[in-house]
């Protein structure tokens, strides 16, 4: 059983910045692609950035420039950076993991999530 769990999300003026982390206590965290992808109401979730296991990053066009995906192996932890926020980037923000999928950022290919993190930007 694989279990992540969201923190930081929040609202916050267009403008500016949050920081969500994802954590986990499985052992071969490493192993691991990590993404972000999050859902705004009656849109379909979609890829935010995604971290392989080796390193390699994959960043949507839309939140490309803005925000930073790394991992803090010392803490199980994948994190993301938001700077720039836009009230589009409004939505609920999910963590998946998953092992061989390099740095893709389809949904289909991740079978672990955790329960989400809203965010919202207000205008």
């Known amino acids: 059983q694989v279990e992540l769990a969201e923190s930081g999300g929040g609202s916050v003026q267009a403008g500016g910045s949050l920081t969500l982390s994802c954590t986990t206590s499985?052992?071969?965290?490493?192993?691991?692609?990590w993404a972000w992808f999050r859902q705004a109401p009656d849109k379909e979730r979609e890829g935010v950035a995604v971290i392989g296991s080796d390193g390699r990053t994959t960043v949507a066009d839309t939140v490309k420039g803005r925000f930073t995906i790394f991992k803090d192996n010392d803490k199980n932890t994948c994190i993301l950076l938001m700077n720039k926020l836009k009230p589009e980037d409004t939505g609920m923000y999910y963590c998946?993991?998953?092992?061989?999928?390099?740095?893709?950022?389809?949904?289909?290919?991740?079978?672990?999530w955790g329960q989400g993190t809203q965010v919202t930007v207000y205008s």
């Open positions: 998946a993991a998953e092992l061989n999928v390099g740095s893709t950022l389809s949904t289909d290919d991740f079978g672990w």
């Open positions: 499985m052992y071969n965290y490493e192993q691991y692609s």
